[in-house]
């Protein structure tokens, strides 16, 4: 049986893993997630990108804020308001259940991959969704103004102070979660997919645990990533404000050359086909597809064309090898 891992971070990543989840059956799929924007708030472990993929993949995610659930309520944050406590992270009433039940199980020694699990089952997802690591790893924002945690510069701080560089705290000594180690070594593994997350603070804090990257450049079979990019610009988030203030262009071609070492495959939308600096990159196979995701029924045509170029990839290089 073909198996596939996908990478995936929050809004964007989560899109595809769902087109993947309808297309491939749990035994074929693990959607491995960045962690690196974890933190505790009030006590309480926050995930937001495993959260985020948790409720896209449950239907219950709110469509319209790209994070969060669907017909939440807020009672909670408004009585913290009132009594005058930090409300720069919005937690919902279902989110927050979600938070308590998560500290319960940590609190009573479950693992971050068991307590996911135990999560997913619990909204009826079926297909395995696996933190990268099971040890702490944050993101650091280098920044104009100092090093800034993650959720510090993206939501109180809006994205505003000039990016320098981002570190990832923790990775060097950290472990692969034992399910994400484990699909990367099954010899039934036909590809891996990273999936339109920012390549910085989504899919980076993921190749920057140890092997990583070695074990992408080393393995048989097609590594493939779909740019997050359309038309020169995010979808969502504040990936091309970066890319701008760390020197890049703000192009599929620059996306390319962030996993140069190990990718096989660039899947890019037709607005960027005449991307100058994906025109230089010939180290990779680009195929051009509509890659914005506004319906389910297009989050899933996107992964049928993403899995049918592996499928086309491994077998020229099957015959290549024969001839």
């Known amino acids: 049986m073909a198996k596939y891992v996908a990478l995936c971070g929050g ?29 505790e708030h009030f006590g309480l472990l ?14 219950v995610a709110d469509a319209k804020k790209g994070w969060g659930r669907a017909n939440e309520s807020w009672s909670s944050q408004e009585a913290l308001a009132r009594l005058g406590g930090p409300v720069w992270f919005q937690l919902g009433d279902k989110d927050l259940a979600l938070h308590l039940y998560r500290r319960s199980l940590l609190d009573g020694g479950a693992s971050l991959c068991d307590l996911t699990a135990t999560i997913a089952k619990a909204f009826g997802v079926k297909h395995a969704i696996v933190p990268m690591s099971d040890d702490p790893v944050r993101t650091i924002v280098e920044t104009e103004e100092g090093d800034l945690s993650f959720q510090s510069y993206f939501v109180n701080r809006r994205c505003e102070p000039r990016v320098s560089g981002f570190r990832f705290e923790g990775a060097s000594s950290a472990r692969l979660s034992s399910p994400f180690d484990a699909a990367l070594s099954t010899p ?62 703000a192009s599929v071609g620059a996306i390319a050359s962030l996993y140069a070492d190990f990718l096989d495959i660039l ?49 020229n290089r099957q015959t290549a090898r024969v001839a």
């Open 11 to 39: 809004v964007g990543g989560a899109k595809l893993a769902y087109g993947l989840a309808h297309v491939l059956s749990a035994d074929e799929l693990t959607i491995v997630v960045n962690t690196g924007d974890d933190f």
């Open 46 to 59: 926050i995930c937001p990108d495993l959260d985020t993929v948790v409720y896209t993949l449950a239907d």
């Open 188 to 249: 039934d593994l036909a590809g891996v997919i990273l999936c339109p997350s920012n390549p910085f603070v989504s899919i980076g804090p993921i190749l920057a645990l140890p092997g990583v990257r070695d074990r992408l450049r080393a393995c048989n079979v097609p590594v493939l990533a779909v740019a997050p990019l359309v038309g020169g610009e995010a979808v969502k988030g504040p990936l091309t404000k970066m890319m701008h203030e760390l020197g890049m262009n």
């Open 267 to 315: 899947v890019i939308d037709p607005l960027d086909e005449h991307d100058h600096d994906l025109l230089r990159t010939d180290l990779m196979a680009v195929d051009k597809v509509k890659t914005l995701m506004k319906t389910p029924d297009e989050r899933i045509a996107l992964a049928r064309h993403v899995l049918a170029c592996i499928e086309h990839h491994q077998s």
